[in-house]
Protein backbone atom coordinates (compact mmCIF):
# COMPACT_ATOMS: atom_id res chain seq x y z
CA UNK A 1 0.00 0.00 0.00
CA UNK A 2 2.66 2.65 1.15
CA UNK A 3 4.06 4.60 -2.01
CA UNK A 4 6.63 7.06 -2.22
CA UNK A 5 5.17 9.86 -1.10
CA UNK A 6 6.17 13.03 -3.24
CA UNK A 7 5.79 16.58 -1.89
CA UNK A 8 5.13 17.57 -5.22
CA UNK A 9 1.07 17.46 -5.57
CA UNK A 10 1.11 18.31 -1.28
CA UNK A 11 3.09 21.86 -2.18
CA UNK A 12 0.87 22.20 -5.14
CA UNK A 13 -2.76 21.52 -3.82
CA UNK A 14 -3.46 25.08 -1.97
CA UNK A 15 -2.96 26.88 -5.43
CA UNK A 16 -5.01 23.80 -6.94
CA UNK A 17 -8.20 24.22 -4.33
CA UNK A 18 -8.03 27.89 -4.98
CA UNK A 19 -8.00 27.71 -8.80
CA UNK A 20 -10.27 24.87 -8.68
CA UNK A 21 -13.21 27.02 -6.58
CA UNK A 22 -12.11 30.27 -7.99
CA UNK A 23 -11.93 29.76 -11.22
CA UNK A 24 -12.55 26.33 -12.57
CA UNK A 25 -15.95 26.10 -11.31
CA UNK A 26 -17.25 29.50 -11.44
CA UNK A 27 -16.35 28.88 -15.58
CA UNK A 28 -18.29 25.94 -15.22
CA UNK A 29 -21.50 27.59 -13.39
CA UNK A 30 -21.15 30.58 -16.26
CA UNK A 31 -21.20 27.83 -19.23
CA UNK A 32 -23.96 25.59 -17.39
CA UNK A 33 -25.79 29.02 -17.23
CA UNK A 34 -25.61 29.95 -20.24
CA UNK A 35 -27.31 26.78 -21.61
CA UNK A 36 -30.76 27.58 -18.62
CA UNK A 37 -33.94 29.41 -20.69
CA UNK A 38 -33.74 33.14 -20.90
CA UNK A 39 -34.95 35.18 -17.79
CA UNK A 40 -34.21 31.81 -15.66
CA UNK A 41 -32.83 31.96 -12.44
CA UNK A 42 -32.12 28.50 -11.66
CA UNK A 43 -29.32 25.63 -12.55
CA UNK A 44 -31.98 22.90 -13.19
CA UNK A 45 -33.67 24.16 -16.21
CA UNK A 46 -33.89 22.30 -19.95
CA UNK A 47 -30.87 22.71 -21.26
CA UNK A 48 -30.96 24.47 -24.47
CA UNK A 49 -28.87 26.90 -27.62
CA UNK A 50 -31.27 29.54 -27.66
CA UNK A 51 -29.27 32.49 -25.78
CA UNK A 52 -26.79 31.67 -28.46
CA UNK A 53 -28.85 31.44 -31.48
CA UNK A 54 -30.35 35.53 -30.09
CA UNK A 55 -26.76 36.15 -29.13
CA UNK A 56 -26.14 36.48 -32.75
CA UNK A 57 -29.80 37.18 -34.19
CA UNK A 58 -30.45 40.11 -31.46
CA UNK A 59 -27.29 42.13 -32.47
CA UNK A 60 -24.43 40.89 -30.04
CA UNK A 61 -22.11 41.06 -32.77
CA UNK A 62 -21.81 44.54 -33.09
CA UNK A 63 -20.95 45.25 -29.57
CA UNK A 64 -18.20 42.31 -29.86
CA UNK A 65 -16.99 43.84 -33.38
CA UNK A 66 -16.41 46.76 -31.35
CA UNK A 67 -14.35 45.10 -28.29
CA UNK A 68 -12.23 43.12 -31.04
CA UNK A 69 -11.63 46.32 -33.06
CA UNK A 70 -10.71 48.31 -29.93
CA UNK A 71 -8.12 45.83 -28.56
CA UNK A 72 -6.91 45.45 -31.66
CA UNK A 73 -5.94 48.75 -32.25
CA UNK A 74 -5.05 49.81 -28.74
CA UNK A 75 -2.74 46.53 -29.48
CA UNK A 76 -1.20 47.91 -32.36
CA UNK A 77 -1.10 51.39 -31.66
CA UNK A 78 0.57 50.46 -28.26
CA UNK A 79 3.11 48.16 -29.56
CA UNK A 80 4.04 50.88 -32.12
CA UNK A 81 4.71 53.56 -29.38
CA UNK A 82 6.16 51.06 -27.11
CA UNK A 83 9.35 50.12 -29.44
CA UNK A 84 10.69 53.05 -29.80
CA UNK A 85 10.41 54.17 -26.13
CA UNK A 86 11.89 50.36 -25.34
CA UNK A 87 14.78 50.39 -27.53
CA UNK A 88 15.15 54.28 -26.13
CA UNK A 89 15.17 52.88 -22.71
CA UNK A 90 17.53 49.66 -23.03
CA UNK A 91 20.11 51.19 -25.12
CA UNK A 92 20.52 55.03 -24.65
CA UNK A 93 18.86 56.27 -21.63
CA UNK A 94 21.85 54.68 -19.52
CA UNK A 95 21.06 55.83 -15.91
CA UNK A 96 17.92 57.65 -16.42
CA UNK A 97 16.07 54.24 -17.52
CA UNK A 98 15.58 53.92 -13.86
CA UNK A 99 13.59 57.06 -13.74
CA UNK A 100 11.61 56.89 -16.65
CA UNK A 101 10.22 53.23 -16.02
CA UNK A 102 9.59 54.61 -13.08
CA UNK A 103 7.34 57.48 -13.83
CA UNK A 104 5.74 55.13 -17.00
CA UNK A 105 4.74 52.40 -14.43
CA UNK A 106 3.87 54.71 -11.47
CA UNK A 107 0.07 55.62 -12.95
CA UNK A 108 -0.42 52.07 -12.30
CA UNK A 109 -0.74 52.44 -8.95
CA UNK A 110 -3.67 55.17 -9.31
CA UNK A 111 -7.50 53.81 -10.16
CA UNK A 112 -7.88 53.35 -13.87
CA UNK A 113 -11.74 55.26 -12.79
CA UNK A 114 -9.33 58.66 -11.62
CA UNK A 115 -7.03 58.56 -14.79
CA UNK A 116 -10.14 58.52 -17.10
CA UNK A 117 -12.03 61.43 -15.43
CA UNK A 118 -8.49 63.01 -15.51
CA UNK A 119 -8.60 62.57 -19.41
CA UNK A 120 -12.04 63.61 -19.33
CA UNK A 121 -11.23 66.81 -17.84
CA UNK A 122 -8.49 67.76 -19.48
CA UNK A 123 -10.91 67.13 -23.10
CA UNK A 124 -13.78 68.58 -22.11
CA UNK A 125 -15.74 70.84 -24.88
CA UNK A 126 -15.05 74.99 -23.48
CA UNK A 127 -13.63 74.67 -20.04
CA UNK A 128 -11.96 71.85 -20.68
CA UNK A 129 -8.18 71.75 -19.46
CA UNK A 130 -7.42 71.31 -23.32
CA UNK A 131 -10.04 73.47 -25.11
CA UNK A 132 -9.97 76.37 -22.14
CA UNK A 133 -6.02 76.62 -22.22
CA UNK A 134 -6.37 77.63 -26.03
CA UNK A 135 -9.19 79.46 -26.30
CA UNK A 136 -7.22 81.77 -22.96
CA UNK A 137 -3.80 81.65 -23.89
CA UNK A 138 -3.93 81.41 -27.62
CA UNK A 139 -7.42 82.40 -28.37
CA UNK A 140 -8.01 79.48 -30.76
CA UNK A 141 -11.64 77.82 -30.34
CA UNK A 142 -11.15 74.01 -30.46
CA UNK A 143 -14.21 71.32 -30.63
CA UNK A 144 -13.71 67.98 -28.49
CA UNK A 145 -13.62 64.28 -29.09
CA UNK A 146 -14.92 63.92 -25.61
CA UNK A 147 -17.89 61.19 -26.10
CA UNK A 148 -16.84 59.39 -29.23
CA UNK A 149 -14.82 56.55 -29.84
CA UNK A 150 -11.81 58.27 -30.37
CA UNK A 151 -11.61 59.28 -27.31
CA UNK A 152 -12.60 56.22 -25.74
CA UNK A 153 -10.06 54.35 -28.00
CA UNK A 154 -6.84 57.07 -26.62
CA UNK A 155 -8.20 56.28 -23.40
CA UNK A 156 -7.74 52.48 -23.90
CA UNK A 157 -3.87 53.53 -25.86
CA UNK A 158 -2.77 55.42 -22.64
CA UNK A 159 -3.99 52.65 -19.63
CA UNK A 160 -2.71 49.90 -21.37
CA UNK A 161 0.71 51.56 -22.84
CA UNK A 162 2.91 49.99 -19.32
CA UNK A 163 1.26 46.83 -20.22
CA UNK A 164 3.29 46.48 -23.90
CA UNK A 165 5.92 48.31 -22.67
CA UNK A 166 7.14 46.33 -19.77
CA UNK A 167 7.25 42.90 -21.57
CA UNK A 168 8.74 44.78 -24.64
CA UNK A 169 11.33 46.16 -22.59
CA UNK A 170 12.39 43.11 -21.82
CA UNK A 171 12.25 41.21 -25.15
CA UNK A 172 14.16 44.42 -26.13
CA UNK A 173 16.81 43.11 -23.64
CA UNK A 174 16.70 40.12 -25.76
CA UNK A 175 18.51 41.48 -28.79
CA UNK A 176 22.32 41.45 -28.45
CA UNK A 177 24.08 44.56 -29.83
CA UNK A 178 26.39 42.25 -31.57
CA UNK A 179 23.64 40.45 -33.70
CA UNK A 180 22.34 44.02 -35.26
CA UNK A 181 26.35 44.85 -36.00
CA UNK A 182 26.65 42.01 -38.17
CA UNK A 183 23.40 42.75 -39.66
CA UNK A 184 24.38 45.85 -40.57
CA UNK A 185 27.97 44.38 -41.54
CA UNK A 186 25.67 42.22 -44.00
CA UNK A 187 24.22 44.81 -45.92
CA UNK A 188 21.33 45.23 -44.44
CA UNK A 189 19.40 48.53 -44.05
CA UNK A 190 17.80 49.50 -40.93
CA UNK A 191 14.36 48.27 -41.73
CA UNK A 192 15.69 44.36 -42.71
CA UNK A 193 17.74 44.70 -39.48
CA UNK A 194 14.23 45.33 -37.71
CA UNK A 195 12.86 43.00 -39.26
CA UNK A 196 15.19 40.53 -40.03
CA UNK A 197 16.73 40.52 -36.31
CA UNK A 198 15.61 42.47 -33.88
CA UNK A 199 11.91 41.83 -34.25
CA UNK A 200 11.95 37.84 -33.76
CA UNK A 201 15.10 38.17 -31.62
CA UNK A 202 11.97 40.59 -29.38
CA UNK A 203 9.28 38.53 -30.23
CA UNK A 204 8.87 36.68 -26.94
CA UNK A 205 8.24 39.72 -25.05
CA UNK A 206 6.66 41.55 -27.66
CA UNK A 207 3.79 38.75 -28.11
CA UNK A 208 3.58 38.48 -24.49
CA UNK A 209 2.61 42.26 -24.42
CA UNK A 210 0.55 41.88 -27.25
CA UNK A 211 -1.34 39.21 -25.34
CA UNK A 212 -1.63 40.82 -22.24
CA UNK A 213 -2.91 44.70 -24.00
CA UNK A 214 -5.23 42.72 -26.36
CA UNK A 215 -6.72 40.26 -23.01
CA UNK A 216 -7.17 43.48 -20.78
CA UNK A 217 -8.61 45.65 -24.01
CA UNK A 218 -11.21 42.65 -24.85
CA UNK A 219 -12.41 42.99 -20.82
CA UNK A 220 -12.30 46.76 -20.62
CA UNK A 221 -15.29 48.74 -19.87
CA UNK A 222 -14.48 51.95 -18.08
CA UNK A 223 -12.49 53.69 -21.17
CA UNK A 224 -15.85 53.31 -23.82
CA UNK A 225 -17.68 54.65 -20.45
CA UNK A 226 -16.25 57.81 -19.03
CA UNK A 227 -14.57 59.06 -22.19
CA UNK A 228 -16.36 57.25 -24.77
CA UNK A 229 -20.23 58.82 -23.00
CA UNK A 230 -21.25 54.94 -24.54
CA UNK A 231 -20.98 56.20 -27.71
CA UNK A 232 -20.64 52.79 -28.37
CA UNK A 233 -21.26 49.39 -26.46
CA UNK A 234 -18.73 47.47 -26.03
CA UNK A 235 -18.97 43.58 -25.27
CA UNK A 236 -18.19 43.90 -21.38
CA UNK A 237 -20.63 46.76 -21.14
CA UNK A 238 -23.28 44.51 -22.98
CA UNK A 239 -22.93 41.56 -20.61
CA UNK A 240 -23.26 44.08 -17.62
CA UNK A 241 -26.57 45.26 -18.69
CA UNK A 242 -27.92 41.34 -19.21
CA UNK A 243 -27.16 40.75 -15.69
CA UNK A 244 -28.24 43.94 -14.29
CA UNK A 245 -30.78 46.00 -15.66
CA UNK A 246 -32.46 43.48 -17.95
CA UNK A 247 -32.16 40.44 -15.38
CA UNK A 248 -31.32 38.07 -18.19
CA UNK A 249 -28.46 36.11 -16.72
CA UNK A 250 -28.51 33.29 -19.10
CA UNK A 251 -28.03 35.50 -22.18
CA UNK A 252 -25.05 37.07 -19.76
CA UNK A 253 -23.79 33.94 -19.55
CA UNK A 254 -23.76 32.95 -23.34
CA UNK A 255 -21.78 36.33 -23.92
CA UNK A 256 -19.20 35.85 -21.79
CA UNK A 257 -18.94 31.88 -22.70
CA UNK A 258 -18.36 33.89 -26.26
CA UNK A 259 -15.98 36.11 -25.34
CA UNK A 260 -13.80 33.88 -23.36
CA UNK A 261 -13.73 31.09 -26.51
CA UNK A 262 -12.77 33.59 -29.11
CA UNK A 263 -10.65 35.27 -26.43
CA UNK A 264 -9.45 31.34 -25.92
CA UNK A 265 -9.14 31.58 -30.17
CA UNK A 266 -6.93 34.12 -30.57
CA UNK A 267 -4.67 33.69 -27.87
CA UNK A 268 -3.95 29.91 -27.28
CA UNK A 269 -2.24 29.62 -30.73
CA UNK A 270 0.01 32.64 -29.80
CA UNK A 271 0.42 30.98 -26.29
CA UNK A 272 1.40 27.96 -28.08
CA UNK A 273 4.44 29.83 -30.04
CA UNK A 274 5.67 31.53 -27.26
CA UNK A 275 9.27 29.87 -26.17
CA UNK A 276 8.74 30.93 -22.20
CA UNK A 277 12.11 28.94 -21.54
CA UNK A 278 13.61 31.89 -24.32
CA UNK A 279 12.82 34.63 -21.63
CA UNK A 280 13.57 32.84 -18.54
CA UNK A 281 17.24 31.28 -19.40
CA UNK A 282 19.07 34.77 -20.09
CA UNK B 1 53.65 58.64 -39.41
CA UNK B 2 54.08 55.63 -42.30
CA UNK B 3 55.28 52.55 -41.00
CA UNK B 4 54.82 51.13 -44.01
CA UNK B 5 58.67 51.22 -45.13
CA UNK B 6 59.68 47.32 -45.04
CA UNK B 7 56.79 45.60 -46.63
CA UNK B 8 57.00 45.67 -50.46
CA UNK B 9 53.99 44.90 -52.88
CA UNK B 10 53.46 45.71 -56.28
CA UNK B 11 49.58 45.21 -55.97
CA UNK B 12 47.70 47.59 -55.71
CA UNK B 13 46.59 49.22 -52.25
CA UNK B 14 42.64 48.55 -51.33
CA UNK B 15 42.13 50.05 -48.09
CA UNK B 16 44.28 53.18 -46.67
CA UNK B 17 43.75 54.60 -43.31
CA UNK B 18 45.19 58.04 -43.41
CA UNK B 19 45.43 59.71 -39.55
CA UNK B 20 42.85 57.58 -37.92
CA UNK B 21 41.78 58.88 -34.42
CA UNK B 22 39.04 58.22 -32.12
CA UNK B 23 38.42 59.04 -28.56
CA UNK B 24 36.06 58.15 -26.03
CA UNK B 25 36.46 60.99 -23.52
CA UNK B 26 39.50 61.52 -22.33
CA UNK B 27 40.69 58.02 -23.80
CA UNK B 28 42.78 57.94 -27.25
CA UNK B 29 41.97 53.99 -28.11
CA UNK B 30 43.01 54.77 -31.98
CA UNK B 31 45.68 57.75 -32.29
CA UNK B 32 46.78 58.74 -35.65
CA UNK B 33 47.22 55.42 -37.43
CA UNK B 34 48.14 55.76 -40.72
CA UNK B 35 48.76 52.28 -42.98
CA UNK B 36 48.05 51.05 -46.48
CA UNK B 37 46.79 47.83 -46.94
CA UNK B 38 47.53 46.05 -50.60
CA UNK B 39 44.52 44.02 -52.19
CA UNK B 40 44.81 40.45 -51.44
CA UNK B 41 47.24 40.61 -48.38
CA UNK B 42 46.41 39.20 -45.06
CA UNK B 43 47.38 41.76 -42.53
CA UNK B 44 47.54 40.62 -38.69
CA UNK B 45 46.78 43.88 -36.33
CA UNK B 46 48.25 42.13 -33.06
CA UNK B 47 47.97 44.15 -29.68
CA UNK B 48 47.31 43.54 -25.63
CA UNK B 49 44.06 44.29 -24.69
CA UNK B 50 42.94 47.53 -24.22
CA UNK B 51 45.78 48.56 -27.41
CA UNK B 52 42.82 49.63 -28.95
CA UNK B 53 42.94 47.15 -32.40
CA UNK B 54 39.38 46.01 -31.70
CA UNK B 55 38.31 49.92 -31.97
CA UNK B 56 40.68 50.07 -35.11
CA UNK B 57 38.46 47.36 -36.96
CA UNK B 58 34.98 48.75 -36.08
CA UNK B 59 36.29 51.90 -37.60
CA UNK B 60 37.63 49.91 -40.65
CA UNK B 61 33.88 47.90 -40.74
CA UNK B 62 31.85 51.18 -40.40
CA UNK B 63 30.47 50.31 -36.47
CA UNK B 64 32.35 52.67 -35.37
CA UNK B 65 32.79 56.60 -36.44
CA UNK B 66 36.63 58.02 -36.02
CA UNK B 67 37.14 61.42 -34.33
CA UNK B 68 39.32 62.48 -36.97
CA UNK B 69 41.40 61.09 -40.18
CA UNK B 70 40.41 59.37 -43.32
CA UNK B 71 39.46 55.83 -44.69
CA UNK B 72 39.39 55.22 -48.45
CA UNK B 73 38.60 52.47 -50.52
CA UNK B 74 41.01 52.39 -53.45
CA UNK B 75 40.45 55.99 -54.26
CA UNK B 76 37.27 55.97 -52.91
CA UNK B 77 36.54 58.22 -49.53
CA UNK B 78 34.61 56.01 -46.99
CA UNK B 79 35.03 56.91 -43.71
CA UNK B 80 31.73 58.04 -43.29
CA UNK B 81 29.65 55.45 -45.03
CA UNK B 82 27.51 53.42 -42.67
CA UNK B 83 28.49 49.52 -42.74
CA UNK B 84 25.75 47.96 -44.73
CA UNK B 85 27.05 50.12 -47.79
CA UNK B 86 31.10 49.18 -47.17
CA UNK B 87 32.17 45.55 -49.40
CA UNK B 88 33.64 44.53 -46.02
CA UNK B 89 32.49 41.47 -43.77
CA UNK B 90 33.18 40.73 -40.25
CA UNK B 91 34.11 37.52 -38.38
CA UNK B 92 32.77 38.79 -34.83
CA UNK B 93 34.71 37.74 -31.50
CA UNK B 94 31.36 36.32 -30.29
CA UNK B 95 30.30 35.15 -33.94
CA UNK B 96 26.84 36.69 -33.68
CA UNK B 97 25.39 33.86 -35.30
CA UNK B 98 21.46 34.71 -36.02
CA UNK B 99 20.73 31.87 -33.50
CA UNK B 100 17.02 32.30 -34.24
CA UNK B 101 17.88 30.58 -37.37
CA UNK B 102 19.45 27.85 -39.21
CA UNK B 103 22.48 27.45 -40.78
CA UNK B 104 21.98 27.95 -44.00
CA UNK B 105 19.66 30.72 -43.34
CA UNK B 106 22.36 32.03 -41.22
CA UNK B 107 24.72 31.98 -44.70
CA UNK B 108 22.20 33.56 -47.07
CA UNK B 109 21.64 36.75 -45.04
CA UNK B 110 23.34 38.78 -47.08
CA UNK B 111 22.43 37.53 -50.09
CA UNK B 112 18.84 37.85 -49.15
CA UNK B 113 19.18 41.49 -48.09
CA UNK B 114 20.15 41.89 -51.57
CA UNK B 115 16.97 40.40 -52.80
CA UNK B 116 19.25 37.16 -54.46
CA UNK B 117 16.39 34.62 -55.30
CA UNK B 118 15.95 32.18 -53.00
CA UNK B 119 17.60 29.07 -55.63
CA UNK B 120 20.85 30.93 -55.94
CA UNK B 121 20.99 31.74 -52.06
CA UNK B 122 20.72 27.92 -51.66
CA UNK B 123 23.23 27.12 -54.50
CA UNK B 124 25.42 29.44 -53.24
CA UNK B 125 25.39 28.47 -49.41
CA UNK B 126 26.12 24.95 -50.50
CA UNK B 127 28.93 26.17 -52.18
CA UNK B 128 30.25 27.93 -49.00
CA UNK B 129 29.50 25.25 -46.78
CA UNK B 130 31.74 23.06 -48.83
CA UNK B 131 34.27 25.83 -48.81
CA UNK B 132 34.74 26.17 -44.78
CA UNK B 133 34.17 21.98 -44.89
CA UNK B 134 30.91 22.15 -43.47
CA UNK B 135 28.68 18.63 -44.61
CA UNK B 136 25.43 19.97 -46.96
CA UNK B 137 22.90 18.39 -44.37
CA UNK B 138 23.94 21.44 -41.73
CA UNK B 139 22.42 23.63 -44.53
CA UNK B 140 18.81 23.01 -42.54
CA UNK B 141 20.16 22.83 -38.71
CA UNK B 142 19.20 25.11 -36.33
CA UNK B 143 22.50 27.15 -35.57
CA UNK B 144 21.77 26.40 -31.96
CA UNK B 145 22.93 22.46 -32.57
CA UNK B 146 26.25 23.32 -33.81
CA UNK B 147 29.73 22.97 -32.16
CA UNK B 148 32.03 25.68 -31.17
CA UNK B 149 33.74 24.91 -34.63
CA UNK B 150 31.55 24.56 -36.36
CA UNK B 151 29.56 28.00 -35.57
CA UNK B 152 33.10 29.01 -36.62
CA UNK B 153 32.92 27.75 -39.81
CA UNK B 154 29.41 29.09 -40.05
CA UNK B 155 30.31 32.96 -39.21
CA UNK B 156 33.03 32.65 -41.74
CA UNK B 157 30.38 31.02 -44.90
CA UNK B 158 28.13 34.03 -43.74
CA UNK B 159 30.90 36.39 -43.95
CA UNK B 160 32.25 35.27 -47.59
CA UNK B 161 28.05 35.22 -48.67
CA UNK B 162 28.25 38.74 -48.81
CA UNK B 163 31.13 38.47 -51.60
CA UNK B 164 33.10 41.18 -49.67
CA UNK B 165 36.20 42.79 -50.64
CA UNK B 166 37.74 43.01 -47.17
CA UNK B 167 36.90 40.46 -44.47
CA UNK B 168 37.75 41.73 -41.12
CA UNK B 169 38.00 38.92 -38.19
CA UNK B 170 38.40 40.74 -34.98
CA UNK B 171 39.30 37.51 -32.76
CA UNK B 172 37.31 35.13 -33.56
CA UNK B 173 39.64 32.15 -32.38
CA UNK B 174 39.89 33.30 -28.79
CA UNK B 175 36.96 31.71 -27.25
CA UNK B 176 38.53 28.43 -28.68
CA UNK B 177 40.57 25.42 -27.45
CA UNK B 178 44.20 25.33 -28.61
CA UNK B 179 43.97 22.09 -31.20
CA UNK B 180 41.07 23.41 -32.76
CA UNK B 181 42.48 27.00 -32.55
CA UNK B 182 45.69 25.92 -34.40
CA UNK B 183 43.47 23.75 -37.11
CA UNK B 184 41.49 26.59 -38.17
CA UNK B 185 44.37 28.66 -38.12
CA UNK B 186 45.61 26.46 -40.89
CA UNK B 187 42.46 26.35 -42.28
CA UNK B 188 42.02 30.56 -41.92
CA UNK B 189 45.42 30.65 -43.68
CA UNK B 190 44.50 28.11 -46.61
CA UNK B 191 41.61 29.80 -47.08
CA UNK B 192 42.95 33.05 -47.95
CA UNK B 193 45.31 31.80 -50.44
CA UNK B 194 42.60 29.76 -52.48
CA UNK B 195 40.12 32.84 -52.37
CA UNK B 196 42.80 35.70 -52.89
CA UNK B 197 40.77 38.12 -50.70
CA UNK B 198 42.02 41.02 -48.47
CA UNK B 199 41.71 39.59 -44.85
CA UNK B 200 42.23 42.12 -41.71
CA UNK B 201 42.98 40.03 -38.54
CA UNK B 202 42.82 40.89 -35.29
CA UNK B 203 44.45 39.29 -32.55
CA UNK B 204 46.38 39.35 -29.32
CA UNK B 205 48.32 36.24 -29.94
CA UNK B 206 51.63 37.12 -32.29
CA UNK B 207 52.02 33.48 -32.29
CA UNK B 208 48.81 33.25 -34.02
CA UNK B 209 49.91 36.51 -36.35
CA UNK B 210 52.59 34.95 -37.13
CA UNK B 211 51.45 31.43 -38.28
CA UNK B 212 48.88 33.51 -40.94
CA UNK B 213 49.89 36.47 -41.69
CA UNK B 214 51.61 38.32 -45.09
CA UNK B 215 52.33 41.18 -42.58
CA UNK B 216 51.90 41.99 -39.29
CA UNK B 217 51.06 45.32 -37.32
CA UNK B 218 51.96 45.80 -33.82
CA UNK B 219 49.48 47.79 -31.74
CA UNK B 220 50.36 49.78 -28.59
CA UNK B 221 48.21 52.31 -27.05
CA UNK B 222 46.54 53.13 -29.79
CA UNK B 223 49.06 53.19 -32.04
CA UNK B 224 51.04 51.45 -34.54
CA UNK B 225 54.48 50.50 -33.15
CA UNK B 226 55.56 48.15 -36.11
CA UNK B 227 54.79 47.13 -39.40
CA UNK B 228 56.42 44.14 -40.92
CA UNK B 229 56.65 40.56 -42.31
CA UNK B 230 56.42 38.15 -39.60
CA UNK B 231 59.72 37.41 -40.06
CA UNK B 232 60.95 41.13 -39.60
CA UNK B 233 59.36 41.14 -36.45
CA UNK B 234 60.54 38.08 -35.56
CA UNK B 235 64.84 39.03 -35.96
CA UNK B 236 64.10 43.33 -35.96
CA UNK B 237 61.46 44.18 -33.03
CA UNK B 238 61.38 47.50 -32.73
CA UNK B 239 61.26 47.91 -29.25
CA UNK B 240 61.14 45.87 -25.68
CA UNK B 241 57.05 45.85 -26.06
CA UNK B 242 57.46 43.83 -29.53
CA UNK B 243 60.30 41.96 -28.40
CA UNK B 244 58.44 40.97 -25.07
CA UNK B 245 55.39 40.26 -26.57
CA UNK B 246 56.82 37.77 -29.14
CA UNK B 247 57.20 35.49 -25.54
CA UNK B 248 60.04 34.43 -23.56
CA UNK B 249 63.51 36.09 -24.44
CA UNK B 250 65.98 37.86 -22.48
CA UNK B 251 66.33 41.57 -23.07
CA UNK B 252 69.80 43.06 -21.51
CA UNK B 253 70.34 46.94 -21.03
CA UNK B 254 73.83 48.31 -22.35
CA UNK B 255 75.10 51.04 -19.75
CA UNK B 256 78.76 52.62 -19.66
CA UNK B 257 80.74 51.51 -16.47
CA UNK B 258 82.93 53.54 -14.69
CA UNK B 259 85.62 53.15 -17.46
CA UNK B 260 83.33 54.53 -20.07
CA UNK B 261 83.01 51.58 -21.76
CA UNK B 262 79.91 50.08 -22.61
CA UNK B 263 78.69 46.77 -20.68
CA UNK B 264 75.69 44.94 -20.02
CA UNK B 265 74.72 45.56 -16.80
CA UNK B 266 72.34 42.47 -16.26
CA UNK B 267 75.59 40.00 -16.74
CA UNK B 268 78.34 43.02 -16.40
CA UNK B 269 79.90 41.71 -19.53
CA UNK B 270 81.30 44.26 -21.66
CA UNK B 271 80.54 44.19 -25.46
CA UNK B 272 81.66 46.49 -28.94
CA UNK B 273 80.13 48.02 -31.28
CA UNK B 274 76.71 48.32 -29.70
CA UNK B 275 73.80 49.59 -32.06
CA UNK B 276 71.24 50.43 -29.16
CA UNK B 277 70.47 50.63 -25.73
CA UNK B 278 68.86 47.33 -25.22
CA UNK B 279 69.71 43.60 -26.50
CA UNK B 280 67.58 41.07 -27.37
CA UNK B 281 68.81 37.50 -27.35
CA UNK B 282 66.15 34.50 -28.05
CA UNK B 283 66.67 31.66 -25.54
CA UNK B 284 68.38 29.43 -28.19
CA UNK B 285 70.48 31.69 -28.53
CA UNK B 286 72.14 31.73 -25.41
CA UNK B 287 73.96 28.67 -25.30
CA UNK B 288 76.06 26.53 -22.60
CA UNK B 289 79.22 26.72 -23.06
CA UNK B 290 82.14 29.76 -23.28
CA UNK B 291 81.42 32.00 -26.53
CA UNK B 292 81.81 35.44 -27.62
CA UNK B 293 80.57 37.10 -24.89
CA UNK B 294 80.33 34.93 -21.67
CA UNK B 295 78.95 34.60 -18.87
CA UNK B 296 78.43 32.11 -15.56
CA UNK B 297 75.07 31.60 -14.65
CA UNK B 298 73.17 29.28 -11.92
CA UNK B 299 70.65 27.12 -12.92
CA UNK B 300 67.18 27.97 -10.93
CA UNK B 301 64.85 25.68 -13.02
CA UNK B 302 64.79 23.05 -15.77
CA UNK B 303 61.83 22.47 -18.09
CA UNK B 304 61.36 20.01 -20.64
CA UNK B 305 59.67 21.41 -23.54
CA UNK B 306 59.53 17.99 -25.98
CA UNK B 307 62.98 17.54 -27.93
CA UNK B 308 64.43 21.05 -26.30
CA UNK B 309 64.78 21.89 -22.95
CA UNK B 310 64.53 25.18 -21.47
CA UNK B 311 66.31 26.27 -18.12
CA UNK B 312 65.96 29.81 -15.94
CA UNK B 313 69.05 30.90 -14.77
CA UNK B 314 70.30 33.69 -12.59
CA UNK B 315 73.41 36.07 -13.43
CA UNK B 316 75.90 36.75 -10.53
CA UNK B 317 74.58 40.32 -10.90
CA UNK B 318 70.53 38.89 -9.70
CA UNK B 319 69.36 39.26 -13.13
CA UNK B 320 66.87 36.28 -14.71
CA UNK B 321 67.83 34.94 -18.28
CA UNK B 322 66.26 31.96 -20.39
CA UNK B 323 68.33 29.53 -22.64
CA UNK B 324 66.65 26.85 -24.78
CA UNK B 325 69.10 23.74 -25.25
CA UNK B 326 68.95 20.59 -28.26
CA UNK B 327 68.08 18.12 -25.87
CA UNK B 328 68.03 17.00 -22.56
CA UNK B 329 70.95 18.68 -21.18
CA UNK B 330 71.54 16.38 -18.13
CA UNK B 331 74.26 17.88 -16.83
CA UNK B 332 72.05 20.93 -15.80
CA UNK B 333 71.30 20.38 -12.51
CA UNK B 334 68.90 23.14 -10.14
CA UNK B 335 71.71 24.82 -8.40
CA UNK B 336 74.87 23.90 -10.61
CA UNK B 337 76.88 27.07 -12.36
CA UNK B 338 77.87 26.76 -15.77
CA UNK B 339 79.03 29.27 -18.41
CA UNK B 340 76.92 30.42 -21.14
CA UNK B 341 77.54 32.58 -24.19
CA UNK B 342 76.28 34.20 -27.09
CA UNK B 343 77.63 36.11 -30.05
CA UNK B 344 77.09 39.35 -30.89
CA UNK B 345 75.52 38.29 -34.74
CA UNK B 346 72.51 37.15 -32.24
CA UNK B 347 71.89 40.21 -30.68
CA UNK B 348 68.49 42.73 -32.10
CA UNK B 349 69.47 45.78 -31.00
CA UNK B 350 66.51 48.49 -29.72
CA UNK B 351 66.64 51.80 -29.07
CA UNK B 352 63.89 51.68 -26.43
Known amino acids: MSQRSSPGPWFAAPVAIFMLVCFAAPIFIVAWYSLMPSRTFGLTGDLTLENYRSAVTDGYTRPLMWSLIGAATTTLATAILAWPTAVILHRYAGRWAAVASALIALPIFISESVRLFGMSVFMMPRGGILAGTMNAVFDIQIGSILNTWSAAQIGMIYIHLPFMLFPLLLGVSLIPADRIEAARDLGATRWQTFREVELPLAAPGLLIGMLLTFVLCLGANAEAAILGGRAVTVITAAIEQRFNYAQDWPMGAALTVIVILVTALIVLPVLSRLDLNRLTRR | ?352
Open chain 2, 1 to 352: MLHDTTHITDRPVILSLAGLSKTFGTLKAVDDISLSIPEGEFLTIVGPSGSGKSTLVRILAGLEAPTSGDLFLRDTQITQSPANKRPTAMVFQSLALFDHRTVGQNIEFAMKMKGVPAADRRNRALELLQLVRLPEDYYSRPVTQCSGGERQRVALARAFASDPEILFFDEPLSAIDYRLRKTLEVELKELHQRTGRTFVYITHSLEEAMVMSDRIAIMQSGRIVQTGTPAEIYSAPVNRFVASFMGEVNILTLEKDTGGKQVFSEIGQPVQAARGAYAMIRPEALELGPGEITTQLTVTQRLMLGSRTQVHLVSELGATLISELPGTAPELDIGTTHPFSFSTEDIAWMDE
